[in-house]
């Protein structure tokens, strides 16, 4: 059968997600909200994600955005002899690594934060992340799959490496992100981690 330029149909945000879930995640509504969730987690204290964080604080806040903060490894940066300005690693990963699986070699060099790339960030209407470098802060931000903001210095006091993240409805459908929910979620993790310090703050 032969096809014209009629016959192409554009599908724009979010329909790709909608009507193929499976090619990103398991499931929509909280149950794909909390095995992501789950998976983050995952990266941040599983020692073969080279994160070596031991204390993670999970918490809401008043806008119902999660707040993951921790210590450890954070986000690499790699600094280039001209001029110093600090360009994260993961950056081309996170926007190109739609298909296929990381390999260690990939998690090694560019870090934990491999496995938040592209179906993390594709489903968050935001997702801000931040890591420490050198005393100093830097973050990056996220918009529904594209870059919104560039790599940037901050002045925060509080050195801790940190993911921001508010789940897209259009996305993922019906939500009830309660405290409850990752309340369950800090107890099951601290379970799977016991030499970890995993932790909800209301």
């Known amino acids: 059968m032969e096809h014209t330029a009629d016959d192409i149909r554009i599908i724009s945000w979010p329909a790709p997600i909608r009507k193929r879930p499976d090619m990103y995640l398991n499931a929509l509504g909280n149950e794909g909200c909390i095995f992501l969730i789950k998976d983050v987690l995952d990266t941040i204290l599983d020692e073969k994600y080279a994160c070596h964080a031991k204390k993670v604080e999970i918490r809401f806040t008043r806008y119902k955005e ?16 001209a001029d110093d300005i600090p360009q994260p ?24 934060l491999l496995l938040v790339g592209p179906i993390f960030n594709a489903v968050c209407k935001v997702l801000r992340i931040t890591t420490v470098w050198n005393q100093k802060t830097y973050s990056l931000s996220f918009s529904r799959g594209c870059l919104s903001s560039l790599l940037s210095e901050n002045s925060y006091t509080k050195l801790v490496n940190c993911l921001n993240f508010t789940f897209d409805r259009e996305v993922m459908g019906e939500i009830d992100m309660s405290e409850s929910v990752l309340k369950e979620v800090v107890k099951k993790t601290q379970e799977k981690y016991p030499s970890s310090k995993i932790s909800f703050s209301g």
């Open 66 to 81: 999660v707040v993951i903060e921790y210590d450890g490894q954070g986000m690499p940066l790699n600094f280039s002899n």
């Open 89 to 112: 690693l993961i950056y081309t990963t996170l926007m190109s690594l739609i298909a296929g699986k990381p390999s260690y070699t990939d998690y090694k060099k560019c870090g934990h």
